[in-house]
């Protein structure tokens, strides 16, 4: 099975060598690296203080989502 082409993207191709996702964005934006920003959604950084990384999940990147998901359970 071929994985998407993108850098960092490990999900399985589904066409033009760009998974669902980055199929998706390529074709609505001619690009597959441009995500489109809504201006009601909060800055696409990590939320833990003094972090500035880009979130990965529930407001907080890789490393501080694993974190706080430790600390909470
Ligand atoms: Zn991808
Ligand atoms: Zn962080």
Same mark, same amino acid.
């Given at each position: 099975?071929?994985? &998407?082409?993108?850098?960092?993207?490990?999900? $399985?191709?589904?066409? *033009? +060598? /760009?998974? !669902?996702?980055? #199929? %998706?964005?390529? =074709?609505? #934006?001619? @690009?597959?690296?441009?995500? +489109?920003? =809504?201006?009601? @959604?909060?800055? !696409?950084v &990590? %939320?833990?203080?003094?972090?500035? +990384? $880009?979130?990965?999940? +529930?407001? /907080? &990147?890789? *490393?501080?989502?694993?974190?706080? =998901?430790?600390? *909470?359970?």
């Amino acid at each position: 099975m071929n994985l &998407c082409i993108m850098e960092n993207c490990i999900k $399985p191709v589904k066409a *033009k +060598k /760009y998974c !669902a996702m980055h #199929h %998706q964005r390529w =074709r609505r #934006h001619g @690009d597959p690296n441009t995500i +489109k920003v =809504r201006k009601s @959604d909060p800055p !696409a950084v &990590c %939320q833990w203080v003094r972090c500035e +990384k $880009p979130t990965l999940c +529930k407001g /907080y &990147c890789a *490393k501080h989502y694993y974190i706080q =998901r430790m600390m *909470k359970s």
